[in-house]
Each structure stands twice: as structure tokens, then as C-alpha cells.
């Protein structure tokens, strides 16, 4: 059996050069986008990279509270299995927020013959670049996340209100978007996210006070490795969310923690270069987008309207991811694209002509990026390589517009949107499709059998 990785000359060499990292937190990224694993003591580290280390393969198909979904094979009907995990080479790295000398490492998990696992989310995007690949065509990507700072001791209480700062004891409570202010007003932590991703070598590009009281956007930079994008990106999560409890506060990347107040989005930009180097995007001046752009990418656009519907569920994965999807939010529902306008799902933004590119906006911030990087990636795949001609993009408020097509803005409908797809399945498989379709209706289900607060406000007394 072959393990991804080279045995231990990376271990060893990190280990000598951190000599006093007493343990190592082994991390698989589930279906989900949650981060699980293992902690492993530092001797043996180097026996992760040559034999590796035993999980359950179901640990990539449980559902957001972890537990086994009950309606398919995996898991309790099949014995749960192990799997072996072998390390992410290049992911291995120290953890400067631990209060003991830590590190920390991607996982990915194969079988006895050294296959992967069919749900592994990484796998599943290396799938969709190997298209790329083929075609001598590499896609530059980079990810922007919007999340929120929250008050911890409130939410203990029940009481879910963005953070007081650290360095005023001010709580935000207007919208102020791009404020300085909010920026100092949590100074102290988000200094530590950005000297945190410095010693974990994230590609942090800039902070920004985002469109609500208490949100705040952080860009990573283009790469033109859409897989170690999406490593840096689950581990820049990692990385906020640690520094944030360190300093008394919660960081959430829930895609509608406010229901009056903007969600928390995943936006992903991507170009494509050919083998020379030359961004194939780039064409001549169109001026209905004001903008210079090819046929290649009006095929790319035209592939990611066609596979939008089908992708809403990876995109909108859980309940509360709905509540973000209303019009006026900056958040899509409706198919639709034009140019330097943030009110259609499908960008092309301003700047250089040579970084000429599409901004997809539908993504959650609560969704796994692998996942939404791979949808992504196949939609403009299917559009170029099947010519694909989109609608004609739109100019001014695209909330107001009657064109494109309506989105499954509530989860039954995506779900069902996603399992009459046809696009994605070539893509993904249906392997691990119907798998994606279980899990995700075995979870729809239980959320929707719960008696919520609302339900008693509402009914108890008027019924």
C-alpha cells in the first residue's frame, strides 16, 4: 500500500525544528466542512506518515451535530469500519494560539489498497482538476470568507449579540460597513489572526468591517492551486475561530446569525490559464458588462448558471443557510450575471484586464470549500467544454430583475433540485452523490421535526 505521503522525512524534519511540540492534532475535514480527527503524542508523528493512523470512514458522513445518519449503509450497518489516514504533504505546522507547544496536520483517508475514500472531500475536488489538467487549463482561485465576532458569555446565556471589543468595551449595533473604527475597536485579536497566519503561512490579503454590526471579510490570495486554496482556507477557520475564543469571543462563519442583519458569505474567484500562461478569460472590450472578456468565459458563466440549481445544496448545506438567501442581501436568488455589480450571484469584477475573472457569490461562508471550490470548478468546466451560451447579463439592481432562473432558496427544494441533477453527478459521482442527498434530507428531516421557539410564540396560544 502506498500512503500520499513520503514516510516521515517530513515529520522528522519538522520535529527538529520544533523541538518543543508535545503534540500533534491530526484533522479531516467531514462533509460538512468540520474539521475532525485525532491528537497524537510527538513521537508519533513519524509513524503517521509511514503506517498511518486508524478512523472510521463515516467520519465524513455525519451529519452537523455528528452523528451516524441513520438512513444509509454508513456507519452502524456496516460496522463503521476504519480506514487509514495518511498526512497532507506541505500541511504540517505549528499551532501559535495552543497553550502547550501544538501542531497540526491535513489528513485524508485511503482503504486497505491505498484508494481514497469516495467522500473525501479533498479527493472529490482533485477529481474535478484533473479535467482541468487534461485539458492543459489551470484555474487561479482565490476565497474570500465574511464571518461574525459574537459575545460569548451572552450566547452561554441564550442571547445571541455581536461581541463587546476587547479594547473599548463597545458593542457595535449599526451597520458600518468598511468602518476603520471596527477595525481597531478589535484590534488586539484580529492582530493575532493576521500574525497567526503569518507562522502558519495562510496568505491572509486583507480585513475588512463587513456590511453588519460586528461582521468582519478576510481575503486570501489568488493561487493558481485550488487545493491547497481550500487547505488554507479550512485552517484560516481554524485559525480565527481558536484566536477568537483565546480572546472571549466566538467567531462564527453561520451563514444568517441575524435575521435583519447581512449573512456571511464564500466567495470564490477564478480564472483559467493555458499552458502558456495566458488567462483564456481575457477577450475583447464588451461593453454590456464594461468589461474584456472571451467566449470561453461567457461558456464559463453559462456552465455555472446551468449547474446552479443542481449546486444550491452544496452551497446552501444546512437549515439556517436559507435564511440568508432573501433579496436585498447582497445574497443570490435568482441566476444571474453582469459586471462590476454585487447584486447578482455571478461577478466580473473591475481591476487589472489581465486578472480578468468570475466572482461566484452564492456560497455560504458555513459551507465546505472543497466542495463549493469542486461545484465551482465543474460548472465552468461543463460551460467550456460545452459551449454553453449564457443569458445576457444584466445592468443595475439584479433584485429587481425578472430574468434568469428562480433558485431553490428553501432546503427541500434544493435538495431535490440536487438529486434531479444530472451535471454534477458526472462530476461527483453517484457514489457519493446519493450519499450527500442522504445525509443532508436525513438532517433537513430532523431539523424540521423540532418544535422551535417560534412554534410556541406563534401557536400555543392562538391554536
Excluded at 135 to 153: C, G, K, R
Excluded at 167 to 192: C, I, K, P, Q
Amino acid at each position: 500500500m502506498n500512503s500520499p505521503t513520503k514516510p516521515d522525512s517530513e515529520a522528522i524534519a519538522f520535529l527538529a525544528d520544533n523541538p518543543d511540540v508535545v503534540t500533534i492534532d491530526m484533522l479531516i475535514p467531514d462533509m460538512n466542512g468540520i474539521l475532525r480527527g485525532k491528537q497524537l503524542t510527538r513521537d508519533y508523528l513519524p509513524k503517521l506518515y509511514s503506517e498511518g493512523a486508524r478512523m472510521p470512514g463515516s467520519n465524513y458522513l455525519l451529519d452537523w451535530t455528528g452523528r451516524n445518519v441513520e438512513t444509509f449503509e454508513y456507519g452502524t450497518s456496516d460496522g463503521d469500519p476504519d480506514y487509514l489516514c495518511f498526512p497532507v504533504a506541505g500541511t504540517l505546522t505549528y499551532i501559535p494560539w495552543a497553550k502547550r507547544p501544538s501542531a497540526q496536520v491535513i489528513a485524508s483517508m485511503v482503504d486497505a489498497n491505498g484508494d481514497p475514500h469516495f467522500a473525501d472531500p479533498r479527493h472529490l475536488l482533485k477529481t474535478v482538476l484533473d479535467r482541468f489538467t487534461e485539458m492543459e487549463l489551470t484555474p487561479v482561485v482565490a476565497i474570500e470568507y465574511e464571518f461574525y465576532l459574537i459575545d460569548q458569555d451572552a450566547a452561554a446565556r441564550g442571547e445571541v449579540v455581536p461581541a463587546r471589543s476587547g479594547e473599548t468595551g463597545w458593542r457595535a449595533s449599526t451597520t458600518n460597513v468598511y468602518s476603520m473604527d471596527d477595525l481597531y475597536d478589535f484590534e488586539s485579536l484580529l492582530d493575532e489572526i493576521q500574525e497567526a497566519c503569518k507562522d502558519q503561512n495562510i496568505p491572509a490579503e486583507t480585513f475588512v468591517s463587513e456590511y453588519a454590526a460586528g461582521q468582519f471579510e478576510i481575503n486570501l490570495y489568488h493561487t493558481d492551486d485550488a487545493l491547497k486554496a481550500c487547505d488554507q482556507a479550512i485552517m484560516l477557520e481554524r485559525c480565527i475561530k481558536a484566536v477568537a475564543r483565546k480572546h472571549g469571543t466566538i467567531a462564527s462563519f453561520m451563514a444568517k446569525p441575524f435575521a435583519e442583519q447581512a449573512g456571511c458569505g464564500l466567495h470564490i474567484h477564478c480564472s483559467l490559464l493555458d499552458k502558456d500562461g495566458n488567462n483564456i478569460f481575457l477577450g475583447p472590450h464588451d461593453q454590456s458588462v464594461d468589461r474584456p472578456i472571451s467566449d470561453k468565459l461567457r461558456s464559463a458563466i453559462g456552465g455555472l448558471l446551468e449547474t446552479m440549481q443542481e449546486g444550491m445544496a452544496i452551497f446552501a448545506p444546512n437549515a439556517n443557510s436559507y435564511r440568508r438567501l432573501r433579496p436585498g442581501t447582497y445574497a443570490p436568488v435568482r441566476g444571474l450575471w453582469g459586471g462590476d455589480n454585487r447584486t447578482v450571484p455571478l461577478r466580473i469584477p473591475g481591476g487589472s484586464d489581465k486578472a480578468i475573472r468570475v466572482e461566484h457569490r452564492v456560497s455560504g461562508a458555513d459551507a465546505n470549500p472543497y466542495l463549493v471550490m469542486a461545484a465551482v470548478l465543474a460548472g465552468i468546466h461543463h460551460g467550456i467544454t460545452n459551449n454553453v451560451v449564457p443569458q445576457d447579463p444584466i445592468t443595475g439592481d439584479g433584485y429587481e430583475s425578472e430574468d434568469g432562473v428562480d433558485l431553490p432558496i428553501r432546503w427541500p427544494v434544493a435538495l431535490k433540485a440536487f438529486e434531479d441533477g444530472t451535471i454534477l453527478k458526472r462530476y461527483f459521482g453517484e457514489k457519493w452523490c446519493d450519499a450527500f442527498h442522504t445525509a443532508r434530507s436525513f438532517e433537513a428531516d430532523a431539523h424540521h421535526y423540532t418544535i422551535h421557539q417560534l412554534d410556541y410564540e406563534w401557536y400555543l396560544r392562538t391554536s
